[in-house]
């Protein structure tokens, strides 16, 4: 069974940075990416990554200010977020899928238990 470690969530003020990292105990997927859910709302997908091509998929609101990357070595995943806004404060979780269509509709294989992000106006 493969596990999904998140990590680096945590406060911080509007206008500021956080990167959350997602490492996978084993890699039999491929794409891998993050979902996130606001209190009282529903889950949306935020970002992803495909492990064997260079292709990154980005919600709207997430667009021009998060950056999704890999290390392969480390079967690790990276979620770089700028320019946050109370917005985005949000549990956010990692995932992993065989197919970004897959993936984009919330049939992911495997879950992470989350990571909170609160971003403070």
């Known amino acids: 069974q493969v596990q999904l470690v998140e990590s680096g969530g945590g406060l911080v003020q509007a206008g500021g940075s956080l990167r959350l990292s997602c490492a996978a105990s084993?890699?039999?997927?491929?794409?891998m990416g993050w979902f996130r859910q606001a209190p009282g709302k529903e889950r949306e997908f935020v970002a992803a990554i495909n492990w064997n091509i260079h292709s990154t998929y980005y919600a709207d609101s997430a667009k021009g200010r998060f950056t999704i990357s890999r290390d392969n070595a480390k079967n690790t995943v990276y979620l770089q977020m700028n320019s946050l806004k109370p917005e985005d404060t949000a549990d956010y979780y990692c995932?992993?899928?065989?197919?970004?269509?897959?993936?984009?509709?919330?049939?992911?294989?495997?879950w992470g238990q989350g990571t909170q992000v609160t971003v403070s106006s």
């Open positions: 995932a992993a899928a065989d197919s970004i269509v897959t993936f984009r509709s919330q049939r992911a294989r495997y």
């Open positions: 084993e890699r039999t997927f491929t794409i």
